[in-house]
């Protein structure tokens, strides 16, 4: 009779913890729903897809008036993005592209408040950190055109797919401003030193050339750079226990991180003297709003 009441205790207490599992994953995909529709909801500036198969959320810059240029809105929309990937166990990898035939023209050299003494804990400061920290895949489909922070961004990714039309290219003293986003530190590391020179100060690449020197992984026909990535990441989907492979695959091929960091706390600190003594606003005032001049 114990041994009976001991199976039976046994037996309701199996029958608890698989209800209770039921109702964790229940009230799970209640907020990853909620999580999706408040993202959908709220961000302006990027077309979201979600990708059950690849695992992955494709976010499409949506700007075609402003060439996809980045402003404050959009590095606060895409630190959202990143955050809630980095909530949802059924999410590996985040997928930037962008929409129509831009990738990026780079920051915003309207969104004027961008352009006053740029601070951490600002929403630049703040999207940036959670680009250097994203724990999870980071994949970029260049479609189009890359200037500015549309190509430093790339060597924050762990999978880059460029069209062979692309054309890629830093204007940095153009606009009178330093390297950002850890380029000081990156970028002679992927590059060497010489060719690193010559990409900061404006050497225009295409997309064969991105492949050549180390920025892409793969280069493809026109309109086939989301579809690509896509195909990566759901390679990367594919293996057992895959969250956690990327998680840690993540934490030791990035683990300098804080270095990098600092480089780009560094940079910011550059940029701001440089805005102080008016050098910005003077040659954002003389490029403004034309690529061309870039």
């Known amino acids: 009779r114990r041994g009976e009441e001991r199976r039976g205790e046994e037996r309701r207490r199996r029958e608890k913890t698989k209800r209770g599992r039921e109702e964790e994953r229940r009230r799970g995909g209640e907020d990853k729903m909620e999580t999706k529709q408040r993202l959908e909801r709220e961000v302006e500036h990027f077309k979201l897809e979600w990708c059950e198969n690849e695992r992955a959320i494709v976010a499409k810059l949506a700007r075609s008036a402003r060439k996809n240029a980045i402003s404050s809105q959009t590095y606060k929309e895409l630190r959202w993005i990143l955050e809630a990937a980095e909530e949802n166990d059924d999410i590996l990898a985040v997928v930037i592209a962008g929409d129509g035939s831009t990738f990026s023209s780079g920051q915003d050299l309207k969104d004027i408040p961008s352009l006053d003494i740029r601070r951490e804990d600002d929403e630049v400061g703040k999207c940036l950190r959670a680009i250097v920290y994203f724990n999870k895949h980071l994949v970029a489909a260049v479609n189009g055109i890359a200037v500015g922070i549309g190509v430093t961004l790339l060597l924050h990714c762990d999978h880059v797919v460029v069209g062979e039309h692309v054309v890629a290219f830093t204007p940095f003293p153009k606009i009178a401003v330093v390297p950002e986003f850890g380029t000081s530190y990156l970028l002679p590391r992927r590059l060497g030193l010489s060719r690193a020179a010559e990409m900061m100060w404006g050497r225009k690449l295409n ?88």
Request: glycine letters at 6%; aromatic letters at 6%.
């Open 207 to 294: 997309g064969r050339e991105m492949a050549e020197w180390g920025f892409a992984n793969a280069v493809v026909k026109r309109g086939e750079e989301v579809s690509k990535a896509l195909a990566w990441c759901r390679h990367v989907a594919e293996h057992p226990v895959a969250l956690s492979s990327v998680l840690a695959f993540k934490r030791h091929l990035r683990r300098d991180r804080d270095v990098i960091w600092s480089a780009v706390l560094e940079e910011l600190r550059a940029i701001d003297k440089r805005v102080e003594a008016g050098d910005v606003m003077e040659a954002v005032l003389k490029t403004r709003g034309n690529i061309a001049k870039l």
